[in-house]
């Protein structure tokens, strides 16, 4: 099953390769992982999607909790949270096909940001599946690149 | 830790380079011993060491060598072992014993060395990303950017490797930041936001392992290398004998129970007791303390302890419920739960299940064939508990060699058995043991050794006969990778592919006597005792026995891989002649 983790760490020039050493050195998955700066200047965000069974996960967060510079490790699957995924995907677009190509980037309310006389490419943010679902449906097209940033997740709040 | 002041401590301020900071660091650290080797990248610390006679520096043959007897150091003290050595080579040849320390959680700080910062990266001569590559095999590491730092970090590092899960710690240091000053400040508390290790349990879980305890039958405590330290050794026998239970250890366990109470059932595992085997197979709950269910200890998961219930203390979370699910799972110190516990619980009916083990240990003792042409080493090691009243210092490396010293010695005390269990690390045993001799010099330190992994940290006969350190060595010699020979034997027809090492082997005595050590052949059973003895009264340098054991003998009982604990084979299917 997929997991969402959000892990906490203190910055440290260490400290990503040992995360990221852990999944390989323990022969876990990643399906995606992504960092960037949390609240807190002195602490970054990771955000892990991971597959495996109950152990597993289990594991996976006892063992990036061992690590020195993890401060926190939440599993956000069982939580109301939201997440969100970036991606670019540049398109092989003609005159012909680019009305079609625009109103599928409607539907998905994508972005077209950048054009050219054979491309567009697209921002496309959401879910992981909605962005599967929308490279799905542009693949007809011809897609020329694509990228991706990996989801960024955070706990759903309900209190008023 | 005892701290000698022959040098006084620099005012607050003072400004010091980061040599010195280091050095001041580890004084302040109450660091007494240092085990290592000079370097280009090092030479500035080895200077300032020079005004530093209250740290004791011990000059290895081998950075391999440093991190073995820093780590025997480590077991047999309970103080964090410390290795200085220089950058690429220096630091790349302590990664077998940083790995091994880090797999027996072993609290060790190691100093590196390395070219300037501004080359890093560079592929500078004796530059290796050691930070890198010990990522994998350390606690937790340290590349000092700013000597301002430095005093803290080396604090940080000794909290960091003494405390929780013990293991190593490797601080990295840049040439040019030994140069550089900066002001000294005293180590202040360590506060690390994501390292809090628990040490009180959960006292409702606590309570409910006390009465899940109550209503066992057939209880049985499992303590591992957690508890091999005091006072925590000393409330596993309170429990054990106020609610009689029976224990067994693993190998790093050895020594956390008196084998000599009758409760003890010795180790359990691959080359376990019969009855420990059998009693883990037949017991209705399992008090598994410090240890880790390693899959010597378990044989085949699917078939361990089938009918219990299992209670799990361990210091680290990660451990627990990680091969083998736990009923009561309880994450401290051992020191600390073990006494809450034993207030707590009460006193289970176990005659029947004493009963039965006893009559297990009559009918399946530890055996061996006492007639067998040539010295069986069980015999030499039960002779060396003998001469040592069961007190010293077992310093065992791997292979037969070490299973003959876990089944044969009857440990009694906490700290007294050393062995790479997790790693099996041959060329363990010598350096440890004389880490081990020189943080102990009242005790009686052994090491047992096979003729392969004797050779594999040999040149630290040196280091053993520069600062006199009499470890008495009981080299078992049967010209054989004993062990893996064992497998071929049993497991591949005979077929002994490379593990014949008689052929090549050196001749030990003279070996010996070309350092200066002492050394005595020992080809008959009657000589074996009389050696022993004379080797006790040398107090000034290494005495190396060399017994020249049946060629062929095997360890039994025996686990085989993959099988269950029950599916033992108990002796030798067809005796050698």
């Given at each position: 099953m997929r997991h969402t983790l959000s892990v906490l760490f203190e910055n440290s020039f260490n400290a990503i390769p040992?995360?990221?050493?852990?999944?390989?050195?323990?022969?876990?998955?990643?399906?995606?992982?992504?960092?960037?700066?949390?609240?807190?200047?002195?602490?970054?965000?990771?955000?892990?999607?991971?597959?495996?069974?109950?152990?597993?996960i289990e594991q996976i967060a006892k063992q990036l909790n061992k690590l020195v510079d993890v401060v926190k490790v939440i599993d956000l699957t069982y939580e109301p949270f939201v997440e969100r995924e970036l991606a670019l995907v540049k398109v092989q677009a003609t005159p012909s096909t680019r009305a079609e190509i625009m109103q599928i980037t409607d539907i998905f309310r994508a972005k077209i940001i950048d054009v050219s006389g054979k491309t567009v490419t697209i921002e496309i943010t959401g879910k992981s599946d909605k962005i599967d679902a929308a490279i799905g449906m542009l693949e007809a097209f011809g897609i020329r690149e694509i990228a991706r940033t990996g989801a960024v997740a955070l706990k759903r709040e309900f209190k008023k | 830790?005892?701290?000698?002041?022959?040098?006084?401590?620099?005012?607050?301020?003072?400004?010091?380079?980061?040599?010195?900071?280091?050095?001041?660091?580890?004084?302040?650290?109450?660091?007494?011993?240092?085990?290592?080797?000079?370097?280009?990248?090092?030479?500035?610390?080895?200077?300032?060491?020079?005004?530093?006679?209250?740290?004791?520096?011990?000059?290895?043959?081998?950075?391999?060598?440093?991190?073995?007897?820093?780590?025997?150091?480590?077991?047999?003290?309970?103080?964090?072992?410390?290795?200085?050595?220089?950058?690429?080579?220096?630091?790349?040849?302590?990664?077998?014993?940083?790995?091994?320390?880090?797999?027996?959680?072993?609290?060790?700080?190691?100093?590196?060395?390395?070219?300037?910062?501004?080359?890093?990266?560079?592929?500078a001569f004796q530059e290796a990303d050691i930070i890198g590559i010990t990522r994998p095999i350390t606690k937790h590491s340290y590349l000092v950017k700013d000597v301002r730092q430095l005093g803290q970090i080396v604090n940080e590092a000794f909290h960091i490797a003494a405390t929780g899960k013990p293991g190593p710690v490797l601080i990295d240091l840049p040439k040019d930041i030994q140069l550089e000053k900066a002001p000294y400040q005293k180590?202040?508390?360590?506060?690390?936001?994501?390292?809090?290790?628990?040490?009180?349990?959960?006292?409702?879980?606590?309570?409910?392992?006390?009465?899940?305890?109550?209503?066992?039958?057939?209880?049985?405590?499992?303590?591992?290398?957690?508890?091999?330290s005091?006072?925590?050794?000393?409330?596993?026998?309170?429990?054990?004998?106020?609610?009689?239970?029976?224990?067994?250890?693993t190998l790093m366990g050895l020594g956390s129970f008196p084998e000599s109470n009758p409760l003890s059932l010795g180790m359990l595992g691959m080359h376990g007791t019969w009855y420990a085997n059998k009693a883990v197979t037949e017991s209705d709950l399992i008090i598994a303390v410090g240890a880790r269910f390693d899959d010597r200890v378990t044989g085949k998961l699917s078939a361990f302890a089938r009918g219990a219930k299992i209670i799990h203390i361990d210091i680290d979370p990660a451990s627990i419920a990680k091969n083998v699910p736990a009923h009561i799972p309880i994450v401290g110190h051992a020191a600390e739960i073990l006494p809450e516990l034993t207030l707590a619980v009460g006193r289970p009916y176990?005659?029947?299940?004493?009963?039965?083990?006893?009559?297990?240990?009559?009918?399946?003792?530890?055996?061996?064939?006492?007639?067998?042409?040539?010295?069986?080493?069980?015999?030499?090691?039960?002779?060396?508990?003998?001469?040592?009243?069961?007190?010293?210092?077992?310093?065992?490396?791997?292979?037969?060699?070490?299973?003959?010293?876990?089944?044969?010695?009857?440990?009694?005390?906490?700290?007294?058995?050393?062995?790479?269990?997790?790693?099996?690390?041959?060329?363990?045993?010598?350096?440890?043991?004389?880490?081990?001799?020189?943080?102990?010099?009242?005790?009686?330190?052994?090491?047992?050794?096979?003729?392969?992994?004797?050779?594999?940290?040999?040149?630290?006969?040196?280091?053993a006969m520069k600062y006199g350190v009499p470890v008495k060595i009981v080299l078992l010699n049967n010209g054989f990778l004993g062990m893996v020979r064992q497998w071929q034997h049993l497991f591949f027809k005979k077929r002994y592919s490379?593990?014949?090492?008689?052929?090549?082997?050196?001749?030990?005595?003279?070996?010996?006597?070309?350092?200066?050590?002492?050394?005595?052949?020992?080809?008959?059973?009657?000589?074996?005792?009389?050696?022993?003895?004379?080797?006790?009264?040398?107090?000034?340098?290494?005495?190396?026995?060399?017994?020249?054991?049946?060629?062929?003998s095997q360890v039994f009982p025996m686990v085989p891989a993959g099988a269950a604990l029950n599916e033992m084979i108990e002796t030798n299917p067809e005796p050698t002649a």
């Amino acid at each position: 099953m997929r997991h969402t983790l959000s892990v906490l760490f203190e910055n440290s020039f260490n400290a990503i390769p040992r995360i990221a050493g852990l999944f390989s050195g323990r022969g876990y998955n990643i399906t995606s992982i992504s960092f960037g700066q949390g609240e807190d200047p002195e602490v970054t965000r990771a955000t892990i999607t991971t597959d495996g069974d109950e152990r597993i996960i289990e594991q996976i967060a006892k063992q990036l909790n061992k690590l020195v510079d993890v401060v926190k490790v939440i599993d956000l699957t069982y939580e109301p949270f939201v997440e969100r995924e970036l991606a670019l995907v540049k398109v092989q677009a003609t005159p012909s096909t680019r009305a079609e190509i625009m109103q599928i980037t409607d539907i998905f309310r994508a972005k077209i940001i950048d054009v050219s006389g054979k491309t567009v490419t697209i921002e496309i943010t959401g879910k992981s599946d909605k962005i599967d679902a929308a490279i799905g449906m542009l693949e007809a097209f011809g897609i020329r690149e694509i990228a991706r940033t990996g989801a960024v997740a955070l706990k759903r709040e309900f209190k008023k | 830790m005892t701290k000698k002041k022959t040098q006084k401590r620099p005012e607050e301020g003072t400004l010091l380079s980061g040599t010195e900071l280091l050095i001041q660091a580890l004084v302040d650290a109450g660091v007494d011993t240092v085990f290592g080797y000079p370097g280009g990248t090092v030479i500035g610390i080895y200077d300032a060491l020079f005004d530093h006679p209250e740290i004791r520096h011990i000059l290895v043959r081998h950075e391999q060598g440093a991190t073995h007897a820093a780590d025997g150091y480590a077991r047999s003290t309970g103080r964090t072992g410390v290795v200085l050595v220089t950058s690429g080579p220096g630091a790349t040849n302590t990664v077998t014993g940083i790995a091994t320390a880090f797999m027996d959680s072993v609290p060790l700080v190691v100093i590196t060395g390395q070219v300037p910062s501004a080359m890093i990266g560079n592929d500078a001569f004796q530059e290796a990303d050691i930070i890198g590559i010990t990522r994998p095999i350390t606690k937790h590491s340290y590349l000092v950017k700013d000597v301002r730092q430095l005093g803290q970090i080396v604090n940080e590092a000794f909290h960091i490797a003494a405390t929780g899960k013990p293991g190593p710690v490797l601080i990295d240091l840049p040439k040019d930041i030994q140069l550089e000053k900066a002001p000294y400040q005293k180590p202040g508390p360590v506060s690390i936001r994501g390292y809090n290790p628990t040490y009180k349990g959960h006292s409702q879980q606590i309570i409910k392992a006390a009465r899940m305890i109550d209503q066992a039958q057939k209880p049985l405590i499992y303590a591992g290398g957690g508890v091999n330290s005091e006072p925590a050794a000393v409330s596993l026998t309170e429990l054990a004998v106020k609610a009689r239970i029976p224990v067994t250890t693993t190998l790093m366990g050895l020594g956390s129970f008196p084998e000599s109470n009758p409760l003890s059932l010795g180790m359990l595992g691959m080359h376990g007791t019969w009855y420990a085997n059998k009693a883990v197979t037949e017991s209705d709950l399992i008090i598994a303390v410090g240890a880790r269910f390693d899959d010597r200890v378990t044989g085949k998961l699917s078939a361990f302890a089938r009918g219990a219930k299992i209670i799990h203390i361990d210091i680290d979370p990660a451990s627990i419920a990680k091969n083998v699910p736990a009923h009561i799972p309880i994450v401290g110190h051992a020191a600390e739960i073990l006494p809450e516990l034993t207030l707590a619980v009460g006193r289970p009916y176990t005659q029947g299940w004493l009963e039965q083990i006893q009559k297990w240990k009559q009918e399946h003792p530890l055996q061996y064939d006492k007639d067998c042409c040539r010295i069986p080493p069980p015999f030499v090691i039960q002779k060396v508990a003998e001469v040592t009243d069961h007190r010293a210092v077992i310093v065992a490396d791997v292979g037969q060699n070490q299973m003959f010293a876990a089944q044969w010695y009857g440990y009694e005390e906490a700290r007294t058995h050393l062995s790479s269990g997790g790693l099996g690390t041959m060329g363990y045993g010598f350096p440890a043991a004389i880490g081990a001799k020189l943080g102990n010099p009242d005790k009686t330190v052994v090491c047992v050794v096979g003729d392969g992994g004797f050779q594999m940290n040999v040149q630290e006969l040196a280091t053993a006969m520069k600062y006199g350190v009499p470890v008495k060595i009981v080299l078992l010699n049967n010209g054989f990778l004993g062990m893996v020979r064992q497998w071929q034997h049993l497991f591949f027809k005979k077929r002994y592919s490379q593990t014949i090492l008689s052929d090549a082997n050196p001749d030990f005595v003279r070996l010996a006597e070309s350092y200066g050590a002492i050394g005595y052949r020992v080809e008959k059973k009657d000589d074996v005792l009389p050696v022993l003895r004379k080797s006790l009264e040398v107090e000034d340098r290494p005495v190396l026995m060399e017994f020249i054991i049946e060629p062929e003998s095997q360890v039994f009982p025996m686990v085989p891989a993959g099988a269950a604990l029950n599916e033992m084979i108990e002796t030798n299917p067809e005796p050698t002649a």
